[in-house]
């Protein structure tokens, strides 16, 4: 009997815990909780004081977005791409492998997003990056059951970069490619015609010049 009572007391706490997480008149509790995830970065916050900061703990609501002409770069800066010959391929465990113009890519549907770029110890970037909206995308090629991780690839030089990422991040557009930043297509040397934009990630993980994105089951 003890054992029995002692059953239906925690179930009558577990249903009550629900009801009040379910309760609309608490939403705000569920909000603060969510908030508590991330550090709140308060408006006026200087770039250079997130160098040594982790992308994914931060929330950029306030933050100002970082003029165009003030933007740092790494790696690769040079690479020129013919929008003639250049292709977006994509590939892996898909129905429909395709392969698209840039005209094709930018006709797409498409999503805007402010997102933080953190070199450590070295830059930061805050912008507005206009680009591919990625669940779309995956839908026009149609995936195969079981899919995990995409892989991006950029450019095709002695040293590509290849970086992969879960498939969920892309789904929901943490991660994406984008072809322009601050209302203006993308500058060559942050990428041009193509790069990864990748919310929560470290720097090095945006690959540039991307030309192959294969979606994969690992």
């Known amino acids: 009997m003890k054992s029995r009572r002692k059953f239906l007391k ?16 608490l939403s705000f509790v569920r909000t603060v909780y969510s908030k508590t995830r991330k550090i709140i970065l308060p408006k006026g916050t200087k770039r250079e004081t997130l160098k040594s900061r982790n992308p994914r703990l931060l929330d950029t609501t306030n933050l100002e977005i970082t003029p165009l002409t003030k933007f740092d770069t790494m790696g690769l800066t040079d690479h020129v791409v013919d929008l003639k010959k250049w292709r977006l391929d994509i590939t892996g465990n898909i129905k429909e492998p395709c392969s698209l113009s840039y005209s094709q890519v930018v006709a797409l549907p498409s999503i805007e997003r402010n997102v933080l770029l953190i070199c450590p110890g070295i830059f930061v970037n805050h912008g507005k990056w206009k680009g591919v909206q990625m669940k779309s995308l995956l839908e026009k090629v149609k995936m195969e059951e079981g899919i995990t991780h995409v892989t991006f690839s950029g450019p095709i030089v002695r040293y590509e970069k290849v970086e992969r990422f879960p498939l969920e991040d892309v789904l929901s557009n943490k ?8 209302g203006e297509s993308l500058p060559q040397k942050h990428g041009y015609p193509l ?5 929560g990630y470290y720097g090095d993980f945006w690959v540039k010049y991307v030309y192959n994105m294969k979606v994969e089951r690992i």
């Open 10 to 25: 925690l179930m009558a706490w577990f249903t009550m815990s629900i009801n009040l997480l379910l309760n609309p008149c």
């Open 175 to 182: 991660v994406f490619l984008a072809y322009a930043v601050n």
């Open 195 to 199: 790069r990864v934009v990748a919310e």
